[in-house]
T-cell receptor, first 113, second 107 residues
Framework: DSGVTQTPKHLITATGQRVTLRCSPR?????VYWYQQSLDQGLQFLIQ???????AKGNILERFSAQQFPDLHSELNLSSLELGDSALYFC????????????FGEGSRLTVL | GIQVEQSPPDLILQEGANSTLRCNFS?????LQWFHQNPWGQLINLFY???GTKQNGRLSATTVATERYSLLYISSSQTTDSGVYFC?????????FGKGTMLLVSP
């Protein structure tokens, strides 16, 4: 158990819909990272938050957004879903002023039908 | 950005065999992690190893940062070792992953 909690574990929805994925980082970690893993793209970095502020953006679509709340949990919002958004979405956290080692949650598997 | 290449892409072993997985990276790094993604999709931290050698049970890893590669050794493989092994190094803001080595250990 990495200490990073993600919900839901599985989600099935239809094209055009909107979903929210939730992540709670390890106790004491201030950084949260979101990754997408699809069959053809591998593990792709989406976005990072640090203590409530956006720190870095990767290959995140405009239809996707995220935020980190004062209690440090984070949510990834995916809207106007397309078939190609079906993927495993991972959240990771890292310790403040640490080595940069990332710890991943179990992922949320999204299926868009 | 930094490039990460893993080899071999696929590997099939009989239970009990040993294997070596390789990770090459294109630039100097101060961080390298190995992960195992099991058949259920979970990403499990194996090693944080920016340099040197570490061992954890049947698994060990060596990173030679000056030569830009890392090796993951699996000894006496078991069926539960099956899955995909990823190495990852710092890229833009966070870790950049290789495409992984898919390992299948048959009984």
């Amino acid at each position: 158990d990495s200490g990073v909690t993600q919900t839901p574990k599985h989600l099935i929805t239809a094209t055009g819909q909107r979903v929210t994925l939730r992540c709670s980082p390890r106790s004491g970690d201030l950084s949260v990272y979101w990754y997408q893993q699809s069959l053809d793209q591998g593990l792709q970095f989406l976005i990072q938050y640090y203590n409530g502020e956006e720190r870095a953006k990767g290959n995140i679509l405009e239809r996707f957004s995220a935020q980190q709340f004062p209690d440090l949990h984070s949510e990834l919002n995916l809207s106007s879903l397309e078939l190609g958004d079906s993927a495993l979405y991972f959240c990771a956290s890292s310790a403040p002023a640490g080595t940069g080692e990332l710890f991943f949650g179990e992922g949320s598997r999204l299926t868009v039908l | 950005g930094i490039q990460v290449e893993q080899s071999p892409p696929d590997l099939i072993l009989q239970e009990g065999a040993n294997s070596t997985l390789r990770c090459n990276f294109s630039d100097s790094v101060n961080n390298l992690q190995w992960f195992h993604q099991n058949p259920w999709g979970q990403l499990i931290n194996l090693f944080y190893i920016p340099s040197g050698t570490k061992q954890n049970g049947r698994l060990s890893a060596t990173t030679v940062a000056t030569e830009r590669y890392s090796l993951l050794y699996i000894s006496s493989s078991q069926t539960t070792d099956s899955g995909v092994y990823f190495c990852a190094v710092p890229g833009y803001s966070t870790l950049t992953f290789g495409k992984g080595t898919m390992l299948l250990v048959s009984p």
